[in-house]
């Protein structure tokens, strides 16, 4: 499924624990982390120069959504002034994703409340 989603909605979700934040559960917290990777300031350009080329991936455990992927793109569009997001509960290329976690077990798709 793919939709469209405020980026405030997306700073409020949960995020899975990262080894280089391991206190931050929830999207808001990772963002200034986020902005120091070596790939962030080229990601911000061509996001600036082209747009967005790729949409988030939002999936929900035990009926909570979880951002699992586009973590560098939420803090650019913030950075950005930039609203909304497409966002997508598959990944894009599902082998690059083949033992992600959230991909198995209690994990299911997102659907946003009516």
Same mark, same amino acid.
């Given at each position: 499924?793919?939709?469209?989603?405020? !980026?405030?909605?997306? #700073?409020?979700?949960?995020?899975? @624990?990262?080894?280089?934040?391991?206190?931050? +559960?929830?999207?808001?917290?990772?963002? $200034?982390?986020?902005?120091?990777?070596? %790939?962030?300031?080229? #990601? +911000?350009?061509?996001?600036? /120069? @082209?747009?967005? /080329? +790729? $949409?988030?991936?939002?999936?929900?455990? %035990?009926?909570?959504?979880?951002? !699992?992927? =586009?973590?560098?793109?939420?803090? /650019?569009?913030?950075? +950005?002034?930039?609203?909304?997001?497409?966002?997508?509960?598959?990944? !894009?290329?599902?082998?690059?994703?083949?033992?992600?976690?959230?991909?198995? =077990?209690?994990?299911?798709?997102?659907? $946003?409340?009516?």
């Amino acid at each position: 499924m793919l939709g469209m989603i405020a !980026v405030a909605d997306v #700073l409020d979700m949960l995020t899975p @624990d990262d080894d280089d934040t391991p206190d931050c +559960l929830y999207v808001r917290d990772v963002l $200034p982390h986020k902005r120091t990777s070596e %790939h962030y300031a080229r #990601l +911000l350009e061509e996001i600036r /120069a @082209d747009g967005m /080329a +790729l $949409p988030i991936m939002i999936r929900t455990s %035990h009926g909570q959504p979880w951002l !699992v992927d =586009g973590h560098h793109r939420v803090a /650019a569009a913030e950075e +950005l002034g930039i609203t909304h997001l497409v966002w997508s509960d598959l990944p !894009v290329e599902i082998e690059d994703h083949q033992f992600n976690y959230t991909m198995r =077990g209690s994990w299911g798709p997102y659907r $946003p409340a009516a």
